[in-house]
């Protein structure tokens, strides 16, 4: 099977009919990542989106060219006990934020999450069947 199905970047090819609803594709002639349809199939956990948008080194170390999202969080300090909604960082992590702060990210950031989230290409198509 295909590059993408051994790096278990999906259950299967992608195909044609996969873009026959969209307007413009871009598909290009060279992958440098895999293709996002199966983002929410793949990686599940929101948290884990959360932590690869905000920064990928944190769950791609050295696998990854993305660029940083940090942008899309706000980094603010603790007022109290901490917000159900904040980044969970490993305990010994570089790139956790200081002692006394945290990393929230606010609805449009959220909004992104639940969209990645959404994404499964979890079916079989005559000319593309799921390997399992």
Same mark, same amino acid.
């Given at each position: 099977l295909g590059p993408d199905i051994e790096r278990e970047w999906g259950k299967r !090819?992608?195909?044609?009919?996969?873009?026959?609803?969209? /307007?413009?594709?871009?598909?290009?002639?060279?992958r440098v990542g895999p293709d996002l349809k199966t983002i929410g199939?793949? $990686? /599940?956990?929101?948290?884990?989106? !959360? *932590? !690869?948008?905000y920064n990928p080194k944190i769950t791609s170390e050295g696998l990854s060219i993305m660029p940083r999202y940090a942008f899309?969080?706000?980094?603010?300090?603790?007022?109290?006990? &901490?917000?159900?909604?904040?980044? $969970?960082?490993e305990a010994d992590s570089a790139f956790a934020? &200081? &002692?006394? @702060?945290?990393?929230?990210?606010? $609805?449009?950031?959220?909004?992104?999450?639940? @969209? *990645?989230l959404s994404l499964k290409l979890n079916y079989s198509l005559p000319e593309a069947p799921i390997s399992e």
């Open positions: !090819h992608t195909v044609a009919r996969d873009y026959v609803t969209q /307007g413009r594709v871009l598909i290009g002639s060279k199939e793949r $990686q /599940g956990d929101a948290n884990w989106q !959360h *932590l !690869h948008l899309l969080y706000e980094t603010r300090a603790l007022e109290g006990p &901490a917000s159900i909604n904040g980044l $969970q960082f934020p &200081a &002692a006394g @702060y945290e990393v929230v990210p606010p $609805q449009r950031a959220e909004a992104l999450v639940e @969209y *990645l």
